[in-house]
């Protein structure tokens, strides 16, 4: 290639990245932005938001909320995304093709919709209370989809050689499942199951439609926080605990899952 | 040889025989949740549609019509909001398609390997960092008193505002690793040799970008543009964020079941953008691009 379009491409991801991280370092800065408005350039610094935050009990309450709902999503989506990526990764049946589209359907369609129709389904079709439940269901659903690519993706890259040397060896299909498969298969759904908790953690818009009334997870409390004048600072600080916090699931994501779930999703 | 007669030796054994069976029980329980579950909520959501709301009781009426649906296509609010919506979303996957080609090209092409894990996970790090955070991120960017507009006030220019300009750049901003990620994957995929060989017929790099490389990494850039696109139609949040007074299909499914409290035309407006998402999946499924996602 010549060295103009080299330096064309550089300078493209140089500035992408610049744009990218330009309005996060800014939420940074604002933290500790005395003025409550944000005006910038800040005047003057201070730590009273971060105290302030620390404290705050809708926030923690949230946060534990949040927790809660996506370890269980979590959990669910590592049982079941796992048992579909064998299913579709180790057998040949009809109908396969559509399964795997419907694996991905609580992803590639609109959030919005996924959430109303959830909603509508566990009021009316099941007659139940919106709650911690239906929220943590509701994740499950699209969560699968994640824990389902990383372990599709390792199942593709492993084969079924050793698996076949261990039945010859005699192991039998639990033995070789304890000692073989599942040893490989670890660093994936460990990423998996990282990948769904941060994508539980962040959802907002499934989230409002299936949590009960009177319950915040953190995306939540952020969005009802937002428009309030006096609140703003401490959802500041609250904004960027959250980028300093997420780079590090994405981070033993990445190193776990090496390289195979690369591509895109909202993975 | 005493594992054989050992019970657990022994179920296996059987499940061995029998791959039907194991693939049943595989299957059973994420066919029950999204199979029943999920496809039967989506199925109840389209029902409801053809339904309406007692205007007394607010209580929804289970007679058949398609009163909501000639509302939706006939009053011209909705029809405006509709074309905005599919419009922000084709400018929004437009826009980051341009941006990320070169930055995913960059990184799959250039970099050495070890800096391309860096590079990943520099992408992937905003991409957890919070929706709502960026969203408000760009909110405060955009304010009066904002950054942008300190920046810009020397040339004589001013932020856009809260509005359309205003979500279209936040959710380009939101969705953009997306896009990267997929492009950068089928770049990587890419064989450079094709490109020399390319190159060595004679064909400048134009010509390189628009008959090799294009038409190879295409799957992958439907790919992201699957998430782009459809994130785009379905947000109502970067809207009450940034967008000041204009509304998108999200904001009506969102009202609707809300305020208005009327079930069966949000479910009305939310088969809008299932219908337009299921025939870009169908389109675009002999592109190859699911197998990118």
């Not at chain 1, 269980?72 to 180790?90: D, N, W």
């Not at chain 1, 609580?106 to 996924?114: E, K, Q």
């Not at chain 2, 970067?238 to 000041?244: L, P």
């Not at chain 2, 509304?247 to 009327?262: K, P």
């Amino acid at each position: 290639m010549s060295k103009p379009a080299r330096v064309l491409l550089w300078t493209a991801l140089g500035a992408g990245f610049a744009v990218i991280y330009f309005p996060l370092l800014v939420v940074l800065l604002n933290s500790v932005n005395a003025d409550t408005t944000f005006g910038w350039p800040p005047k003057s610094f201070t730590l009273e938001w971060w105290g302030r935050a620390i404290t705050n009990e809708g926030a923690l309450h949230a946060l534990w909320t949040s927790v809660i709902a996506g370890l269980s999503a979590t959990a669910i989506a590592l049982v079941l995304g796992t048992m579909a990526a064998f299913a579709l990764q180790k057998y040949r049946f009809f109908g396969r093709n559509s399964l795997s589209l419907l694996v991905i359907l609580p992803i590639a369609l609109p959030g919005i919709v996924t959430g109303i129709a959830l909603n509508n389904a566990f009021r009316t079709i099941f007659g139940l209370d919106l709650g911690l439940m239906t929220a943590i269901v509701a994740h499950a659903t699209f969560c699968i989809v994640v824990v389902f690519n990383n372990v599709v993706a390792r199942l593709r890259r492993m084969g079924g050689n050793l698996e076949e040397a261990s039945m010859d060896l005699g192991a039998d299909g639990m033995t070789t499942f304890r000692l073989v498969t599942f040893p490989m298969l670890r660093s994936a759904l460990l990423a998996g199951g990282l990948l769904a908790f941060a994508l539980s953690f962040d959802e907002i818009i499934v989230t409002t439609f299936t949590l009960g009334t009177g319950m915040e997870t953190l995306p939540i409390w952020i969005y009802n926080n937002l428009f309030r004048p006096n609140q703003a600072p401490v959802v500041n600080v609250v904004a960027a605990v959250l980028i300093v916090v997420s780079t590090v699931p994405v981070y033993l994501a990445q190193r776990l899952s090496g390289g195979d779930s690369s591509s895109g999703g909202r993975i | 040889m005493t594992a054989v007669s050992s019970p657990s030796h022994r179920i296996s054994a059987f499940f061995h025989r029998k791959p039907q069976l194991r693939l049943g029980l595989l299957l059973t329980a994420p066919m029950l949740w999204l199979g029943l579950a999920y496809l039967g909520a989506l199925a109840a959501l389209f029902i409801t549609a053809f339904w309406s709301t007692d205007v007394f009781t607010g209580k929804v009426v289970t007679d058949w019509s398609f009163d909501n649906f000639v509302t939706l296509f006939s009053d011209s609010v909705y029809r405006t909001i509709t074309f905005r919506t599919v419009g922000i979303a084709l400018l929004v996957t437009v826009i980051d398609a341009v941006i990320a080609f070169p930055m995913a090209f960059a990184m799959a092409k250039l970099a050495s390997p070890k800096a391309q894990r860096v590079l990943v996970i520099m992408v992937m790090t905003p991409l957890w960092a919070s929706y709502l955070v960026k969203a408000y991120a760009w909110r405060t960017l955009l304010s009066g008193n904002g950054v942008l507009n300190w920046l810009l006030d020397p040339l004589g220019l001013s932020a856009p505002g809260y509005g359309v300009t205003a979500t279209v750049i936040t959710l380009s901003y939101l969705w953009l690793p997306y896009m990267i990620l997929p492009i950068y994957a089928g770049l990587e995929r890419l064989p450079v040799s094709l490109v020399d060989a390319s190159g060595d017929l004679g064909a400048k790099s134009f010509r390189t970008f628009r008959s090799v490389i294009l038409p190879l990494t295409f799957p992958a850039i439907v790919a992201g543009s699957i998430f782009t696109f459809s994130l785009s139609l379905g947000d109502y949040i970067a809207v009450k964020i940034v967008g000041g007074t204009s509304q998108m299909l999200g904001n009506v499914v969102y009202d609707n079941i809300g305020a208005a409290n009327n079930l069966p035309f949000a479910a009305t407006v939310a088969t809008v953008p299932v219908v337009i998402m299921l025939v870009y999946l169908a389109a675009v499924r002999r592109t190859g691009a699911l197998d990118n996602l």
